[in-house]
């Protein structure tokens, strides 16, 4: 992928100039970034909101493949997972910082394709990169972004604030990126066996855009704004529902009834799961990556959002004794477990 | 090092469960937190100041070998180099983000290891470990680190407020970084040929430290608030004191005169320099990882600083038409030129 011999090669710049080069198209936007790339610190006036910081490390071999990832979407991938913890707490993201490590064997051209995905995610998101580290690194490609955000402190959104009878619910819908990656992993496998067979993802862009170019929602977040509703407590689906879910009923010492008929699982995703012999319900339960935002709502506020098709009430929260419930679609109540994504295994 | 298997694995406790055993004892201590780990964000209440942000990637194979480096140290310097750049602004750090990515294989004592060096970083300068990611790596250990400082406007120092005229100085001295990295190779080296060698570092526990353990400048920055100086231009000793002064020269838009004399360089890091066969003087020029500050200051400040030993002032800013200088021992006049450390070669 990176091999041909006309491109740059990165040590060429080095690493002030690589940074240099890289972010020159990124102009500073927000009124709170005083100072951005080029000290040893970037600088941020808040005036009265509070600010909010997150961070994920994406690494080449665990979080994504490069044989089907291309570095464009990958930068946009990157922005997005972070800008959805900020969204997930009812606050805007402002800045970013992004930190690299790659091999010396890749060119410019292939960083330049990473930093044009988060260029777009920045610029869509309204955010200032305004700093990070540029490093070789020995193995794979290691992508660091941490992400600040900004909210007045009654607007905060924790994942404790959850109180019986509140009606859980989610965005969008789920199971599709992780019905996604198994297609990208079905078609990778294919072709390594017999390169002269073309990937089959023919009528599948969904699922496989729920993979690679996940949009954070903060359309959600506005909605919400826009209707009145705090949620009384939010948080993002990246690990899959059940673990986001035990995460607010953990935190918040709640219990809770989740029933399988209402959890939101595009057509696509349920038949393509039926292809690999997957059940769409744990596809959506614990595949994770959605991205989407999972909140609790009070039931005073149920008439301001009911018509809205991109939000699904998929249960309601309980008295701690009652639980962690599952009722599947035939009626049997299930203990709800995590059995989301656990990088170690 | 890792394969006692009476250690604990570290995919049992999984990455919440992981975090939480990490991170226990970590107590919040700042007013400003307002939220540390555990939900989809951290927030933080800066009050009337300015936010400070900045971060760092360490890679295993390239900014650590974990064959002579401890776990611990490597904890403890992974924060270091962060509160660095907070105290270059002159400004104070508070709190900070670690994300580790680490490869199976590791035992929850040797990630334990890692976090108590953390943790007595982060107690000695009184920050608070406020979130991160944890997550597995298919090759070397990651450890990215964001960190959160705060200062008045009026206080924060920046690269390019450097006058013609300054003074400009450094703390402490420099190069011992760089010579103790290659004593720490040699012996590795020495080891790997005969494993019966035990490694001679014996008296050369200063030069060692310094590449292990290094210690952000904290108290050079109280020393400066204490004697009513604030510089004009403010960076931290990561990539070599040539890199550095020309950072700020370029920034300032000034040119400058380096005498070779004044570099302050110890007596250790000078010695065995030579025993390597290397110019001490490029050692400190070159060498990096010393997270001293250099910093310039108004000739009028001379007289508060003058007797303090461990700041040394080491040349003067220019005009920009002056040229960047380096004056020898022997009064030639040389263009001072960076060929400080490069990732990418």
């Not at 995460?247 to 690999?276: V, W």
Request: net charge negative; aromatic share 8%; charged share 25%.
């Amino acid at each position: 992928m990176f091999e041909n011999t006309d491109k740059t090669n990165i040590n060429e710049l080095g690493e002030f100039g690589l940074i240099d080069h890289l972010t020159k198209n990124f102009e500073i936007k927000k009124s709170t970034t005083v100072k951005g790339i080029g000290d040893d610190a970037a600088v941020l006036n808040p005036g009265d909101k509070k600010v909010l910081i997150s961070t994920d490390m994406l690494l080449e071999g665990i979080h994504f493949d490069l044989a089907y990832t291309p570095l464009k979407h990958l930068g946009y991938k990157a922005i997005q997972v972070n800008l959805s913890d900020i969204f997930a707490m009812n606050a805007i993201p402002q800045q970013v910082t992004v930190s690299i490590g790659m091999s010396s064997k890749y060119t410019l051209e292939a960083i330049e394709d990473l930093y044009e995905g988060i260029y777009v995610a920045c610029e869509k998101y309204g955010v200032d990169l305004i700093g990070g580290d540029t490093t070789a690194s020995k193995q794979g490609l290691v992508i660091s972004v941490t992400v600040l955000g900004y909210a007045d402190e009654k607007d905060i959104t924790y994942r404790n604030g959850a109180e019986e009878g509140d009606l859980i619910c989610v965005s969008g819908d789920l199971g599709g990126a992780y019905v996604g990656l198994q297609l990208l992993e079905r078609e990778k496998m294919v072709y390594l066996e017999n390169p002269n067979i073309q990937p089959d993802l023919e009528g599948k862009d969904y699922i496989v855009e729920r993979q690679l170019k996940p949009e954070a929602r903060v359309d959600v977040v506005d909605l919400l704004k826009s209707r009145g509703i705090k949620p009384t407590a939010m948080i993002d689906v990246s690990d899959g529902l059940a673990s986001e879910l035990l995460h607010i009923c953990k935190q918040s010492n709640k219990g809770c009834n989740l029933y399988e008929e209402k959890i939101p699982i595009d057509p696509m995703t349920y038949d393509t799961a039926r292809e690999f012999n997957l059940d769409p319900t744990v596809c959506a339960l614990s595949g994770g990556e959605d991205y989407e935002l999972l909140f609790t709502i009070k039931q005073t506020d149920y008439d301001k959002i009911k018509h809205d098709v991109d939000v699904s009430i998929i249960g309601y929260i309980t008295e701690p004794a009652a639980g962690l419930n599952l009722i599947s679609k035939s009626g049997q109540v299930h203990e709800l477990k995590a059995q989301g994504w656990n990088a170690f295994e």
